[in-house]
């Protein structure tokens, strides 16, 4: 996700010798968005929050409808990696101005996926859309994640990408998708008749939450 961010911030760059360094609000507004990913993944909601503002207030300063954009996608990125809504209404007032890259990531977020330019996505979502078997292949935790729910979403995700999921927010540590992605797989066990796979997750979700049963 991160890789991703920078890609899209190049086209802002362009313009800077090779040697110049990068401007001040992009990396307040990098480190913030990264904060706000690792702080709204452990649960920590007022930290992220906190995280959200200062990146938007970075970006805010450029005036550019792209930047801006990237900020509120990336929120929305990492939103769905834990399986939460697919609407981006910040990026949806934006989006009429912002470019052509955002507008497809903004599609693909939305699962808008009919006429979207594979080609313009970021390199992890456009390899794991095109093949879900390669998932397992993306070495970025949060991308891998967000692979994972975009796919599931259009019903293209095998059971092993659920497991895949679950064991890549574990070992992170990254609490909020590990209890979605594990409530998920409960689910998928307790309709498929395996009471006592069900009733394992059931104990590894109640480890998590700190409640004894």
Known sequence: MKRAFLIFTVSLLAACASHTPPPDWLLRADAAREAHARFWLEGHDKLADGQL??????VRQTGDASAMARIELHACAVRMAALGAADCPAFAALAGDAGRR?????????????NVDIGLLPEA???????PAALK??????????AAAVLFRSNRLPPE???LAIDTASTQGWRRPLLAWLTLERERRQRGGDAEGAAAIERR?????????
């Open 53 to 58: 503002a200062l990146a938007r207030d970075a």
């Open 205 to 213: 979700l109640s480890r998590i939450v700190g409640e004894q049963r």
């Open 137 to 146: 292949e993306l070495a970025d935790p949060l991308s891998r994640l967000l």
């Open 161 to 163: 990408g659920i497991v």
């Open 102 to 114: 955002e507008q497809v990531y903004g599609a693909y977020l939305a699962g808008h996926l009919d």
């Open 125 to 131: 979502q456009a390899l794991a859309w095109r093949n």
